[in-house]
C-alpha cells in the first residue's frame, strides 16, 4: 500500500479513486484534488465567472468525497468531479434563490486584437474579418453546445466522459457537437473553422 506522497502522485486516477474507499484517503484525495484543480476552475469560471463561487464549489466537491462511504469504482475520475462540481454549483445557486445554469464560454480563450488575428493567418481582410466573427458564432450557440466544445477540444474530454459528466448519452454528446460544428462551419471560413478544431485557437 503507498504510503508517501511521491507514491500516491505516481498513481494513475483510477488507482487514486480506488483507495478512497480504503482507510487512509487522504493523501489519494488530495494528488486528486491538486491533479484536477485547474479544469474545475477553469470549468467553473465559464459557468459563473464568480471566483469565490467556484472556489467554495470545489471545495464542496472534496469535502463530500472526504467525508463519503463508500464510492463506486467504474468511474471515469475527471467526468465524475465535473458532475459534482456541476451538483454543487446548482445547489449553491438553489441556496441563493437565483438557479441559473449559465456557461460564460463566450470565446473559448480566443484573443481579441489585430495583431492576434494578422499574425495568426496572415490572409486578407476578409479572412481576418471572418476570424472576428467567431467570437459572435460562438455566442450563438446554445449552453449545452458551448459546454461540449469546451470539454472536448479544450480540456479534451472524450465523448463518454461528457456524457457522464453532464449526465447526457453519449450520443446526445456527439449531436451536440455536431450541431455545433455544423453551425460554426456556416459561419466561418474554411481555414478559421480548420483552426478552431485543430486547437490553434487558444
Known amino acids: 500500500m503507498p504510503t508517501t506522497i511521491d507514491t500516491y502522485t505516481a498513481l494513475s486516477d483510477n ?3 480506488g ?3 480504503g ?3 487522504r493523501l489519494a484525495l488530495s494528488v486528486l484534488y491538486r491533479r484536477h484543480y485547474e479544469l474545475l476552475y477553469n470549468y467553473g469560471m465559464k459557468c459563473c465567472g464568480d471566483e469565490d463561487l467556484v472556489k467554495d464549489c470545489i471545495q464542496d ?3 463530500k468525497l472526504h467525508q463519503g462511504k463508500v464510492l463506486a469504482t467504474d468511474v471515469t475520475v475527471r467526468a465524475y468531479l465535473l458532475r459534482a462540481f456541476h451538483n454543487a454549483f446548482v445547489d449553491q445557486q438553489e441556496v441563493k434563490g437565483k438557479l441559473q445554469d449559465v456557461f460564460l464560454e ?3 480563450q480566443i484573443p481579441d486584437s489585430k495583431d492576434f488575428f494578422e499574425d495568426t493567418f496572415a490572409l486578407s481582410d476578409e479572412d481576418i474579418r471572418l476570424a472576428k ?3 459572435a458564432a460562438i455566442r450563438s450557440l446554445s449552453p449545452n453546445q458551448k459546454q461540449v466544445l469546451y470539454l472536448h477540444y479544450v480540456r479534451k474530454l472524450s465523448y463518454k466522459e461528457i456524457a457522464d459528466a453532464l449526465d447526457i448519452t453519449v450520443q446526445s454528446s456527439m449531436n451536440l457537437n ?3 460544428l455544423t453551425k460554426l462551419k456556416s459561419m466561418l471560413s474554411p481555414q478559421v473553422f480548420l483552426l478552431f478544431v485543430l486547437g490553434e485557437l487558444w
Do not use: P
Request: glycine letters at 0%; a neutral charge; zero cysteines.
Open 15 to 17: 488507482e487514486l479513486w
Open 61 to 63: 466537491v472534496f469535502v
Open 178 to 180: 455536431n450541431r455545433a
Open 23 to 25: 482507510t487512509d484517503r
Open 19 to 21: 483507495l478512497l474507499n
Open 133 to 135: 466573427r467567431l467570437r
Open 106 to 108: 463566450e470565446d473559448l
